[in-house]
Nanobody, 117 residues
Framework: QVQLVESGGGLVQTGGSLRLSCAAS????????MGWYRQAPGKQRQLVAT?????ITNYAGSVKGRFTISRDKTTVYLQMNSLKPEDTAVYYC?????????????WGQGTQVTVSS
C-alpha cells in the first residue's frame, strides 16, 4: 500500500501563488509517474500535470507556463503561479507505482485551492 499525504492548498487572490506537495510512503513500491489532477464543482476530474521518474513532464494547456511540476524520489510538487479564479478546485495527487511487476494506482485525499477574484 502507498500512502499519499498532500499539503499546501488554501485561499489566494488572483495572480497569487501556491505550492502543493504530495509525499508518498511505501518503501517496497517503485514510484513511477506522479501527477496532479483537479476537480471543480460540477465538473469531471481533469489532468493538471504529470512527471515521470525520468523527469519528463506533461501539462494541461490551461496551466502551461503558469504551473511547474517537480519531484524527488517520493514527493511531487506543484508550483502554481499567476493563479486565476478558474483554477479553483480540489487538487488530487496521483501516483502510478509498481511492485513485483504489478502496477498500482493511488490517489491522495485532495486539497482545496480557492482563487478569489
Amino acid at each position: 500500500q502507498v500512502q499519499l499525504v498532500e499539503s499546501g492548498g488554501g485561499l489566494v487572490q488572483t495572480g497569487g501563488s501556491l505550492r502543493l506537495s504530495c509525499a508518498a510512503s511505501g518503501s517496497t513500491f517503485r514510484i513511477n509517474v506522479m501527477g496532479w489532477y483537479r476537480q471543480a464543482p460540477g465538473k469531471q476530474r481533469q489532468l493538471v500535470a504529470t512527471i515521470t521518474s525520468n523527469g519528463i513532464t506533461n501539462y494541461a494547456g490551461s496551466v502551461k507556463g503558469r504551473f511547474t511540476i517537480s519531484r524527488d524520489k517520493t514527493t511531487v510538487y506543484l508550483q502554481m503561479n499567476s493563479l486565476k479564479p478558474e483554477d479553483t478546485a480540489v487538487y488530487y495527487c496521483n501516483v502510478d507505482a509498481s511492485r513485483d511487476y504489478v502496477a498500482y494506482d493511488y490517489w491522495g485525499q485532495g486539497t482545496q485551492v480557492t482563487v478569489s477574484s
